[in-house]
Nanobody
Framework: QVQLVESGGGLVQAGGSLRLSCVAP????????MGWFRQAPGKEREFVAA????????YYADSVKGRFTISRDNAKNTVYLQMNSLKPEDTAVYYC?????????????????WGQGTQVTVSS
């Protein structure tokens, strides 16, 4: 059973910052694309950001472009999501996931393994 573990969520005021981390204990995903998705109450899960295996390419949803930065440290088997200038509409449960087989990085069904999620709440 592959497990991803997210951390770093919390409550922050609008305009603030948070840094999410995702680690895969005992496993290495250094050869695969990693992604972050989020799901707000009553809404479908949506793509946030993705990064290719060596960190050379990063992709973002339009809603977070310029505010969020995805990065990875393969030596630590960890992927990060730095979130700046947070808005109330960023409130959601954030999930990290591994894409092992597809070049489609925006669609969640192409991701094989998921974490349990971490709650991010942005107050106005």
């Amino acid at each position: 059973q592959v497990q991803l573990v997210e951390s770093g969520g919390g409550l922050v005021q609008a305009g603030g910052s948070l840094r999410l981390s995702c680690v895969a204990p005992g496993r290495t995903f250094s050869r695969y694309t990693m992604g972050w998705f989020r799901q707000a109450p009553g809404k479908e899960r949506e793509f946030v950001a993705a990064i290719n295996w060596n960190g050379g390419s990063a992709y973002y949803a339009d809603s977070v472009k310029g505010r969020f930065t995805i990065s990875r440290d393969n030596a630590k088997n960890t992927v990060y999501l730095q979130m700046n200038s947070l808005k109330p509409e960023d409130t959601a449960v954030y999930y990290c996931a591994v894409n092992m087989y597809s070049t489609n990085y925006e669609t969640d069904r192409f991701y094989s393994y998921w974490g349990q999620g971490t709650q991010v709440t942005v107050s106005s």
